[in-house]
């Protein structure tokens, strides 16, 4: 799907994969042709492994991209993004995978990140 429309457009694409073991598939997503690949918090064991799929995923030309489910805490990938191995940070305000979900405005505190950060 992504190659499909990347041949109709230029326009920037970013793909965010929320599957088991996503650093399967960042090689096949750069030949695709996206421009940004968003991996989902919660598809790795912690903050290490995502860092090292996000290096391999700027290594690859593309920019590097977070997404964290509602009930994620924005401190688990306040290193990454400090040590700048984060151009996207994705704050989902409904849990992934299930439809019809009212939006969660304490999500939107995230986003607003709080007077005690910079």
Do not use: N
Request: net charge negative; charged share 35%.
């Amino acid at each position: 799907m992504i190659s499909d429309i990347r041949r109709r457009t230029d326009v920037k694409l970013d793909v965010h994969l929320v599957v088991k073991e996503p650093g399967r598939y960042v090689e096949a997503m750069k030949e695709a042709g996206a421009d940004c690949l968003i991996l989902q918090f919660e598809s790795f064991e912690g903050a290490e492994s995502l860092g090292a799929v996000l290096d391999k995923v700027g290594r690859m030309g593309m920019e590097r991209g977070v997404s964290i489910s509602p009930s994620t805490e924005v401190e688990k990938i306040e290193g990454l993004i400090k040590e700048g191995r984060v151009d996207v940070v994705d704050v989902l305000t409904v849990e992934p995978c299930f439809g019809g979900q009212v939006l969660k405005v304490e999500c939107l505190e995230k986003v607003r990140g709080g007077e005690e950060r910079s």
